[in-house]
């Protein structure tokens, strides 16, 4: 399988934060969910990558190319979305698409004219009156209107509710059915990545703390719920995170057959990512902190 995006030693430094030598790929026919708290360096990433921002040292590669020295080419080949929208407010959408669609050799007016109707968005309806919603939806259009073979969305889903989220989350499947695709999602909305994601990549603090199957996950990780008398030295080191009270502990853990041996009258659960991300960024013991599982 081939890799569409390669992502190797990158480096990037501000003066009050930086990228520190992130490493990552994504394999062509998968979607990988790119997890973080606001601010762990997401979207600095993402516009490292397509070169809007400068990197400092490392490589990136798309299509096994480097993107500095085939811009155009792979630029191309590749569809955008962010959550800022970058559109002209005073221009309507056929007119912002004018602009927008010279700048593609594979633009596809029949792919336009399809997903245009399939968001119910009219043409000539200046972007300025447009929703949070519909102005996701018309990037997506614009992303997916020239034959793009890899998809980089910074946050689309951000402030939608629930139903265009769900949209937008069917729009990725049926994207995927096509072959030889794959998409970049960066969200801090991580139930969206539990139907879609094949990968989740988590950033924290511009470092890269794991590139891992999703299902892997949540096949390997347990969160465990028991009497507070379990906790000891020893114990401690089996958990990721641990919130422990007077009444009982919560851990998240990958070590579960060493729990079991160790610990009777457990209640073992299946977490979501999102428990499993807060356990690597959190860390240590909490002792005082109430349970919210």
């Known amino acids: 399988m081939n890799n569409i995006l390669e992502v190797e030693g990158l480096n990037k430094y501000y003066k009050n934060f930086s990228l520190s ?8 026919g998968c979607i990988a969910g790119f997890i973080g708290i606001n601010g762990a360096g997401k979207t ?9 921002s ?5 490589s990136v590669k798309i299509f096994g190319k480097d993107i500095e020295h085939n811009e155009h080419e792979l630029k191309n080949r590749i569809g955008v ?3 800022e929208g970058f559109f002209y ?9 004018s602009i927008i669609s010279p ?3 594979g ?22 009156t447009l929703s949070k919603g519909m102005r996701m939806k018309f990037a997506l259009t614009l992303a997916l209107s020239h034959g793009a073979e890899l998809l980089i969305m910074d946050e689309p889903t951000s402030g939608l509710d629930p139903l265009i989220r769900s949209q937008f989350l069917d729009i990725m499947a049926d ?10 999602f960066s969200t801090h909305i991580i139930s969206d990545l539990d139907k879609i994601a094949d990968m989740i990549i988590l950033i924290h603090k511009g470092e890269i703390l794991f590139e891992k199957e999703k299902d892997y996950l949540l096949d390997n990780y347990r969160l465990i719920k028991g009497d507070k008398r379990y906790i000891d030295e020893s114990s401690r080191n089996l958990f990721l995170k641990l919130t422990a009270t007077d009444f009982g502990f919560t851990g998240i853990t990958h070590k579960i057959h060493e729990v079991k041996k160790n610990m009777k009258d457990i209640l073992v659960e299946r977490p979501t990512i999102e428990d499993i991300m807060l356990a690597y960024i959190g860390g240590g013991e909490d002792n005082n902190a109430v349970s919210s599982h």
Not at 44 to 50: A, C, D, G, H, S
Not at 178 to 184: C, E
């Open 103 to 105: 700048a593609y050799s």
């Open 81 to 83: 979305v962010f959550d």
């Open 44 to 52: 600095t990433t993402i516009r490292t990558i397509l070169g809007l």
């Open 175 to 184: 994207y995927m059915k096509r072959g030889g695709k794959g998409v970049l």
């Open 54 to 58: 400068k990197k400092t040292s490392g």
């Open 89 to 97: 407010d005073e221009l309507t959408m056929a007119e912002m698409k």
């Open 107 to 128: 633009w596809s007016e029949r792919d336009y004219r399809a997903y245009m109707e399939r968001f119910c968005l009219d043409p000539r309806q200046k972007i300025s």
């Open 21 to 28: 030598n992130l490493s990552f790929t994504l394999p062509e």
